[in-house]
């Protein structure tokens, strides 16, 4: 199964470095000097951190908080 496209709970380098590689052939960020790399361990230790997956949080691996526009 695609670690990349599962829906909460997916940890680890592998999934990490499999997301990376769908961005950057992507191109929707060149030459980002690895930021997405350095966050998802700043943040969660690449899913590993206990607080990774949380109740009521779907923050996951980057821990990005979801914002709603106003209507």
């Known amino acids: 199964m695609d670690g990349t496209r ?9 999934v990490v470095d499999a997301v990376i590689r769908l961005i ?11 930021f997405m790399r350095r ?9 590993n951190s206990e607080n990774a997956y949380r109740t009521d949080y779907d923050g996951g691996i980057w ?9």
Do not use: R, T
Request: aromatic share 6%; net charge negative.
């Open 6 to 14: 599962q829906s909460g709970g997916a940890a680890g380098s592998g």
């Open 39 to 47: 966050l998802a361990y700043v943040e969660s230790n690449d899913g």
């Open 24 to 34: 950057e052939a992507s191109c929707v960020f060149p030459d980002d000097k690895q």
């Open 63 to 71: 821990q990005v908080d979801c914002s709603q526009a106003e209507n």
